[in-house]
T-cell receptor, first 111, second 114 residues
């Protein structure tokens, strides 16, 4: 079992719709969870962090965490073509401060 | 605040040659990471430094890869000799001390081994 799993996609949504990106992790002691956005040919950019169960909202982005189910998700409301990118889920693993990344989900927002 | 600086941006070498990458973290950031990102995959941690000491190098192929962090600031990652499968983007990231913050990545070095 991979430490951090994501569907590779592509996930296609129409402009203005809600995009839902999901991630599961295997390390039960993980405490910190992050979502990165990566445009083609660019380096990952941090867009959300979440540490407690529940929802955390920042603009059009909402991160959701359920530690009991070892599940974290990212919702993007009112999706725009500029949101088209690969979204990487990252989880701190091994009890330290290193992050383990999933393979990423490619999101395509269509006009 | 200046970001994480990396150089070069691109490098093309032949297999069995050597190559080195350089990283300058955000000022004051004690923790520095080198990640390898192969096309279509997520970043994979190669090595983590805390100041100038190695915290984790469990996934560093030590027969060919080496890294050092001089005086707890700049870092270099070296590959010698390179293999075709080393073709990837090498990302450097830094974070303050031991707390879990989201990393800030540099722009990366794209290595092509032919």
């Amino acid at each position: 079992q991979k430490e951090v799993e994501q569907n590779s996609g592509p996930l296609s949504v129409p402009e203005g719709a809600i995009a839902s990106l999901n991630c599961t992790y295997s390390d039960r002691v993980s405490q910190s969870f992050f979502w990165y956005r990566q445009y083609s040919g660019k380096s990952p950019e941090l867009i959300m962090s979440i540490y407690s169960n529940g929802d955390k909202e920042d603009g059009r982005f909402t991160a959701q965490l359920n530690k009991a189910s070892q599940y974290v998700s990212l919702l993007i409301r009112d999706s725009q073509p500029s949101d088209s990118a690969t979204y990487l889920c990252a989880v701190n693993t091994g009890g330290g401060n290193k992050l383990t990344f999933g393979t990423g989900t490619q999101l395509k927002v269509e006009l | 605040e200046a970001g994480v600086a990396q150089s070069p941006r691109y490098k093309i070498i032949e297999k069995r040659q050597s190559v080195a990458f350089w990283c300058n973290p955000i000022s004051g950031h004690a923790t520095l990471y080198w990640y390898q990102q192969i096309l279509g995959q997520g970043p994979k941690l190669l090595i983590q430094f805390q100041n100038n000491g190695v915290v984790d190098d469990s996934q560093l192929p030590k027969d060919r890869f080496s890294a050092e962090r001089l005086k707890g600031v700049d870092s270099t990652l070296k590959i010698q000799p390179a293999k075709l499968e080393d073709s990837a983007v090498y990302l450097c990231a830094s974070s303050p001390r031991q707390e879990i913050y989201g990393y800030t990545f540099g722009s990366g070095t794209r290595l092509t081994v032919v």
